[in-house]
């Protein structure tokens, strides 16, 4: 298993502005995904960020709007660049280990 | 257009009924998980299916895949309030590791 924590858990900010997400794994995995999840509907596949390797894009999402770090096998960032109300959302982290993917607890984000 | 279509949307249930949710697509998956999240968490893995026709049970949870792997069914029994929570069902059709998610199914369990 895997134990996954976030930070912010919560955060409320101003458009234009940007907010880094930081997910931290308590073991080395190689796969971490980055999900996000709108009010009231289902999770939808940012990105996969493999340590060693550029952050791999799912359609609609880019690199500029959604930078992604991931210096070690225990952490990743994401960024929400230059926000707008439509980016309110949970962002979750996931890491794939033992053919078992796990979730970590969410950053709640609202943008004013 | 979902790759999985979840139903029903929402389940507002008495405790002690049963209720089914089911998972379908047009497309196979190597396999397919389901997981439960409650407010403010991530989702929790429930089961994972692989073989066609496999039928898992947990607990009062009993979960099905179809025989051509391409949809799935969680039964709960005598469903409890603790039962409570958002039920997604998620696949992986590219053998990648990278899951698709359905909608989900908002179930409510009633004291």
């Known amino acids: 298993s895997a134990v996954i924590s976030q930070k912010p858990s919560r955060d409320i900010c101003q458009r234009g502005t940007s907010l880094t997400i930081q997910c931290q794994v308590d073991s080395q995995v190689t796969m971490m995904f980055w999900y996000r999840q709108q009010p009231g509907q289902s999770l939808t596949l940012i990105a996969t960020a493999n340590q060693g390797s550029e952050a791999t894009y799912e359609s609609g999402f880019v690199i500029d709007k959604f930078p992604i770090s991931r210096p070690n096998l225990t952490f990743s960032t994401l960024t929400v660049s230059n926000m707008s109300p439509e980016d309110s959302s949970i962002y979750l982290c996931?890491?794939?280990?033992?053919?078992?993917?796990?979730f970590g607890p969410g950053t709640r984000l609202t943008v004013l | 257009t979902q790759l999985l279509e979840q139903s029903p949307q929402f389940l507002s249930i008495q405790e002690g009924e049963n209720l089914t949710v089911y998972c379908n697509s047009s497309s196979v998956f190597s396999s397919l998980q389901w997981y439960r999240q409650e407010p403010g968490e991530g989702p929790v893995l429930l089961v994972t299916v692989v073989t066609g026709g496999e039928v898992k049970k947990l607990k009062r949870l009993t979960f099905q895949f179809g025989d051509a792997r391409k949809d799935s069914s969680l039964h709960i029994t005598a469903a409890q309030p603790g039962d409570t929570g958002l039920y997604l069902c998620a696949g992986d059709h590219n053998n990648d590791y990278k899951l698709s998610f359905g909608a989900g199914t908002t179930v409510t369990v009633r004291a």
């Open positions: 996931s890491v794939l280990t033992g053919g078992v993917e796990f």
